[in-house]
């Protein structure tokens, strides 16, 4: 593992900043790359595959994960719901040679950047505070409760950006997954 381009990277950002497109475009830039597959206690959005998208796990189970110790971090995300790391499957595609990509809240990324402090820490952020609102709102996906649950915790973590060891923003697909492939010394 080299010093610049460790071989696990946390992608934090919040809600609706298109985190998820713009790993999307990231990814199909080198088969190295590999995606940590979060467990989750929420319910699947439409579309969503169990075991691509997120372990979809009962609270019990979920409890049980942590009580063996198989989670690398885990928290509760907007005050609702569980998301947690699986810790064999980052451990088995380190060992095979991959470079992982963990996509944590802030809260997983300050438990990462103790327990696993050679990581480098992504933080992707919305080009204004306008644009992330009318993102979430137009991607309609979540009630006006879980929209402003979801706007508060998107306050607490645009305010610690600063803590990481990159800030990203998400002025286009293009020039972020640009600024993420060079970060992660991937020849585009
Ligand atoms: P969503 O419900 O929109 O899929 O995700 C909500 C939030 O959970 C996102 O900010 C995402 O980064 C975070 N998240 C997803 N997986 C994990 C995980 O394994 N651990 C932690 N700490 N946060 C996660």
């Known amino acids: 593992m080299s010093d610049t381009h460790p071989n696990v990277y946390v992608v934090c950002g919040p809600t609706a900043v298109g985190k998820g497109t713009v790993l999307k475009e990231v990814f199909a830039h080198s088969d190295r790359l590999w995606y940590s597959v979060s467990a989750t206690t929420r319910s699947p959005r439409p579309g969503e595959i169990n075991g691509k998208d997120y372990y979809f796990v009962s609270r019990a189970e979920f409890d049980r994960m942590i009580a063996d110790n198989r989670m690398l971090e885990w928290a509760t995300v907007h005050k609702v719901h569980r998301y947690g790391t699986p810790r064999e499957p980052v451990l088995q595609a380190l060992a095979a040679g991959k470079i992982a990509v963990l996509e944590l809240d802030l809260a997983g990324a300050r438990q990462v950047r103790k ?39 998107a306050r607490v973590e645009l305010a610690a950006q600063d803590e990481f060891d990159e800030i990203v923003i998400n002025d286009s697909v293009a020039n972020a997954t640009r600024k993420i492939l060079h970060i992660m010394g991937i020849n585009q």
């Not at 696993?116 to 644009?131: G, R, V």
């Open 115 to 153: 327990t696993m402090p050679e990581a480098k820490q992504i933080f992707i952020a919305p080009p204004s505070w306008e644009a992330l609102k009318q993102r979430l709102i137009g991607r309609g996906t979540e009630d006006a409760a879980e929209q402003e649950r979801r706007l508060a915790t």
